[in-house]
């Protein structure tokens, strides 16, 4: 281990040194070489499948593991975006000249070493590989061991490419200890790695927390809200709740809570129930929800739970600010939306609330990197310093500042 880390610090000079043109032509023989092993890619996919089902993993966590051709595509499109994005490194941020006519710039520069630790979804290794590789740092990544064959294929795949074009494996690499004594051994490797990104369950993210001596931008767990305010469109409001549960249940940016104004829950709740039985989602309220719908009572540790699952709690609300202040209360900091056509009441929710993402009339599904225009992301940061929301390569940089002077000394 120490000299996997010795080495990854030693090519971290070599990528942040490559040029725009050198980067993009690596990501896109990489996302050709994903393509032309499809059927390899799958064949290993199968094998941690087979794991998954054997230890009863959920059917959304089953959905999160796998793929299939049109999610290699997407893997091998993402790549392909991301080499055509504009070079993060060397852009000047700042620039201007001192008192003592010295020549200030502010620039971007790679962050250096980064250490990803993820579970499930094996797109990931590829993803967070690409965004590191375009923004000049190197990758260490950690994938769940239910993902254990699809990552070791993928990293593999992106690593001969590398050799291909003359640059050091160690540029994208796997932890090569791949136990929880590996993790502990990363985490507190300050000396070689400059930043842990960690994205997964509750307990991950307070671990590495709890115990990094590496800085951390953590990747929280995503409890998201709508909110369905009385001033909305009730059949846009359906169609969007039901996209924000149901489109992808697996996911961070799924929606957990419905909160719903008080003024309109007797109308609109049956409707809605009506949806989401459609969907087979299970649905548990607050007791003035099941006054109206027969289903489950909610309880605090509900409105405290991601799912990450085909479940949905609801609660109704007596006011805007009551849905604001459950959101203040329960919320992850990760996406909320409202559902209104009143401008004062949009405007106060996007406002007020302290998330990474909040939306106005649309779904909290559109929280991902890809959709933003990043061409993908290494997760969703519930950080305020130093990124927050979906992390792209502009996030995985830092900046430093070229100081041009002409014989000045300080009096």
């Not at 740092?137 to 001969?160: F, M, R």
């Not at 490797?189 to 930043?195: A, E, F, P, Q, T």
């Not at 359906?238 to 957990?256: F, L, S």
Request: with cysteine; proline share 2%.
């Amino acid at each position: 281990m120490q000299e996997f880390f010795e080495k990854c610090k030693q090519a971290k000079t070599i990528v942040a040194n490559l040029t725009s043109l050198q980067k993009n032509n690596v990501l896109l023989d990489m996302a050709n070489s994903l393509l032309d092993n499809t059927s390899k890619i799958i064949n290993e996919n199968k094998k941690d499948l087979k794991y998954a089902k054997d230890n009863d993993l959920s059917d959304s966590m089953l959905d999160r593991l796998l793929l299939d051709e049109s999610r290699v595509q997407d893997m091998a499109d993402s790549l392909k975006e991301i080499a055509a994005l504009k070079e993060p490194v060397g852009r000047i941020l700042e620039g201007w000249k001192s008192e003592q006519d010295l020549k200030i710039q502010k620039i971007s520069v790679p962050i250096g070493c980064i250490g990803i630790i993820y579970e499930s979804r094996p797109n990931v290794t590829s993803d967070a590989a690409a965004l590191c590789f375009k923004s000049g740092n190197v990758s260490i990544l950690k994938g769940g061991k239910e993902a254990n064959y699809s990552n070791n294929i993928i990293a593999t795949l992106l690593q001969d490419v590398l050799v291909k074009h003359s640059l050091p494996e160690e540029i994208i690499s796997l932890l090569p200890d791949n136990t929880r004594a590996g993790v502990e051994k990363l985490i507190k490797m300050d000396k070689y790695v400059d930043l842990i990104i960690p994205r997964g369950g509750e307990s991950l993210i307070k671990y590495v927390s709890q115990n990094a001596t590496v800085s951390v931008v953590k990747h929280d767990k995503g409890l998201c809200h709508t909110y369905i305010d009385k001033t909305c469109d009730e059949q846009e409001a359906i169609k969007i709740a039901v996209n924000a549960k149901t489109q992808r249940t697996g996911v961070c940016n799924t929606t957990e809570t419905l909160l719903v104004h008080t003024d309109i829950a007797n109308k609109i709740l049956p409707k809605l129930k009506a949806e989401f039985d459609k969907k087979n989602t299970e649905l548990r309220g607050c007791q003035n929800t099941t006054k109206i719908l027969d289903i489950k009572k909610a309880n605090n540790e509900d409105f405290e739970t991601e799912y990450l699952d085909n479940i949905l709690s609801i609660k109704v609300v007596d006011s805007l600010d009551d849905a604001i202040k459950h959101i203040s209360k329960y919320g992850s900091g990760h996406s909320e939306a409202i559902l209104s056509s009143n401008y004062s009441s949009i405007e106060q929710f996007l406002n007020e609330v302290d998330s990474a993402c909040v939306y106005a009339n649309a779904s909290t599904r559109f929280t991902d990197g890809a959709v933003f225009g990043f061409g993908a992301e290494v997760g969703i940061s519930t950080n305020k310093l130093h990124s927050r929301g979906p992390m792209g390569i502009n996030d995985l940089t830092t900046y430093k500042f070229k100081i041009y002077g002409d014989g000045q000394i300080r009096e």
